[in-house]
């Protein structure tokens, strides 16, 4: 997988991680593919049309629209968390087969020079 592919999935777990763990309004609203890829359009619709009822209604149903907030907040937290968690998943795989991939150059080398690659050099004692 290249490179700019898995960093563009450390960015969107970065970014659903966000999303889960802050308030609505403590984060930067991610631009609409971002929303569509993993499904979190209609919740962020919903907060965005309830924002404008909130300014365009007396103020006396704050209590209201903050109740409604709060729903949404919770529907889009819960969805960006599960969706961060499916990515970490499939990170840890992609880590793992690319592991896979190094090991038998790791054997080769050891078996021309005797010793272990820079990286995988253990320590002696």
Do not use: C
Request: no cysteine; glycine share 4%.
């Amino acid at each position: 997988m290249p490179d700019s592919t898995l960093d563009a999935l450390y960015k969107d777990k970065e970014m659903l991680d966000a999303i889960a763990n802050r308030h609505w309004g403590e984060y930067a609203v991610p631009d609409r593919n971002f929303q569509l890829r993993y499904g979190l359009d209609g919740t962020f619709d919903a907060l965005h049309r309830i924002e404008q009822r909130r300014q365009a209604e007396p103020s006396d149903l704050k209590i209201h629209f903050d109740f409604l907030t709060s729903q949404q907040e919770n529907e889009l937290r819960h969805v960006a968390s599960h969706e961060s968690e499916r990515i970490g998943d499939k990170l840890s795989t992609l880590a793992y087969h690319q592991r896979s991939e190094n090991a038998p150059k790791a054997d080769e080398e050891m078996k021309k020079g005797g010793q272990l690659p820079s990286k995988q050099r253990k320590p002696t004692i």
